[in-house]
Structure formats: C-alpha cells, structure tokens
C-alpha cells in the first residue's frame, strides 16, 4: 500500500535560517506529491503540489521537487520567519483518474525563534 | 468564495450519545472526504464520495461510522454509539475531478470529546 515517512520533529531553527524537511514515499505508479500546512486551531491549507518526476512545485518561498528515483519530496526554505511555524504534511495520492484519498506523513512540527 | 463549512466546531458529548458531523464541500466541487487526525494515528481517510456516490469506505473504523452524501452540497458523518477514542478533529475536504484538479481543500474541522 501506500506510504509517507517524514521527520516528525518538533523541527526549531532561528529566524533567517535554511530549513528542510524530509519527505520520503511508497506508491505503486506516479503518485501527485503535496505539502500542507497546519496553522494552530485550522484546517489544512495546500502548500504547493507537483504531479510528476522532476516537477517542482513552489509556492510562499517554499520549494520541493518530486525525485522518483530517490521517491522524495523534501520540503526546503531559504530564509525562514516566525510566521512559518506550523506543523507541515507530506501526502501523496495515488495515480490513475477520478479522486483518491490522500495518504499522509505524521506531520512535522517547525518552531521558528525569534 | 466559501470555502468548505464544517459544523459544529466543537462537539463535547457522552459516551453512547450519537453525533453528527456535518460538511458544505464548495461549491461545484464533486469529490468529498472525511479524514480525521489524531495525536497517535495522524491523519486518516475514513471514507470519499465521488459524485455522491461512496467509493472506498474501508477507512471508516466500525460499525458505529456512517456517512451520508444525500446531495452534491451536504454530507454529514454519524457516529452511535460514540466512545471515547473517537475522540479526535474530524476534517471534510472536497476537490473537482471535472476540471482535472487533483488539490482537496480541507475544512477547519469539528474537534469532538467523548467524555
């Protein structure tokens, strides 16, 4: 079956600094990748997606590439701020048409410091 | 636009009373997900509708869960008997599969205690 592992943290780095989270996966076929974002008390917000290998998808100075041949999709930042702390998720939904559920990694929890 | 609507927000009820959970998934949107999010198990899926038609309900724990999607702007999540490790954030999402996206946007969820 499908699965996502990722580094559950909690992740605490100081403001302006590099950040990564690793995001490994398990899928049969070509699975569409994407990051979410939990701020406390809400619902899941779409970060940024990528729906096919060496695809990179981007979005609020977050990047990850879909890597097939390591099945990663780590999450990286330049230049992090306080408002980025959040837990973050890694999913993944399985190829083929129509709608499928997602399958999600535990979540990682980042802590950015003043 | 709305987003999608969950209610209630919070529910706090007894073990053995029924709750119900209820999701407005946006509007045109034909696909439709309950997961729900507990410390020890993280996120799962519990059960989508395609079209109002249930696809895979082989998240859903037991018995005592059902779902409903009577129409493409309604679904609601039953829970009788309800326990104590129900307890969880109940999340609904929707996502369109007619204009080929595949991005589920979530709801803020309904956070249920079963005392």
């Known amino acids: 079956g499908n699965s996502v592992t990722q580094m559950e943290g909690p992740v605490t780095l100081s403001e302006e600094a590099f950040l990564t989270i690793n995001c490994t996966y398990t899928a049969t076929g070509y699975p569409s990748l994407f990051w979410y974002v939990q701020y406390p008390g809400e619902g899941l917000q779409l970060l940024l997606k990528a729906t096919k290998a060496d695809d990179k998808g981007s979005n609020k100075g977050f990047e990850a590439t879909y890597r097939k041949e390591t099945t990663s999709f780590h999450l990286e930042k330049g230049s992090v701020q306080v408002s980025d702390s959040a837990v973050y998720f890694c999913a993944l939904r399985s190829s083929g048409g129509g709608a499928d559920g997602l399958t999600f990694g535990k979540g990682t929890h980042l802590i950015i410091q003043p | ?115």
């Open chain 2, 1 to 115: 636009d709305a987003g999608v609507i969950q209610s209630p927000r919070h529910e706090v009820t007894e073990m053995g009373q029924e709750v119900t959970l209820r999701c407005k998934p946006i509007s045109g949107h034909n696909s439709l997900f309950w997961y729900r999010q507990t410390m020890m198990r993280g996120l799962e899926l519990l059960i989508y509708f395609n079209n109002n038609v249930p696809i895979d309900d082989s998240g859903m724990p037991e018995d005592r869960f059902s779902a409903k999607m009577p129409n493409a702007s309604f679904s609601t999540l039953k829970i009788q008997p309800s326990e104590p490790r129900d307890s969880a954030v109940y999340f609904c999402a929707s996502s369109s599969t007619r204009i080929g996206g595949d991005t589920q946007y979530f709801g803020p969820g309904t956070r249920l205690t079963v005392l």
